[in-house]
């Protein structure tokens, strides 16, 4: 099993930067597709940003497009979300997410929430206006 702990959410002001981290248990993290969501009470969950597993492909929802970088090190188990201009409506619970990528994909990165395998607990970013 996997096991991803996120960390490095927050209360930050509008405007501001947070970098958030994910650390994956295991020695196969070099094996899988990671991602990024986040769920906002009463919305649903939304990809943000995903990530292949050597870090050559990247994908990001129009709407951190700019603004977020994901990033990983394999050699560290650790995938990054990096959020600068941080706004209001960012606020939200955010999950990190492993897909071990036993089949292939229609694209190098994985997209679907359905897909991936594993989850963290996630950490709160809050963003004050």
């Known amino acids: 099993q996997v096991q991803l702990v996120e960390s490095g959410g927050g209360l930050v002001q509008a405007g501001g930067s947070l970098r958030l981290s994910c650390a994956a248990s295991g020695r196969t993290f070099s094996s899988y597709n990671m991602g990024w969501f986040r769920q906002a009470p009463g919305k649903e969950r939304e990809l943000l940003a995903a990530i292949s597993r050597s870090g050559a492909s990247i994908y990001y929802a129009d709407s951190v497009k700019g603004r977020f970088t994901i990033s990983r090190d394999n050699a560290k188990n650790t995938v990054y979300l990096q959020m600068n201009s941080l706004r209001p409506e960012d606020t939200a619970v955010y999950y990190c997410?492993?897909?071990?990528?036993?089949?292939?994909?229609?694209?190098?990165?994985?997209?679907?929430?359905?897909?991936?395998?594993?989850w963290g607990q996630g950490t709160q970013v809050t963003v004050s206006s």
């Open positions: 997410a492993a897909d071990a990528v036993r089949t292939h994909r229609i694209a190098a990165t994985t997209t679907r929430a359905d897909e991936y395998d594993y």
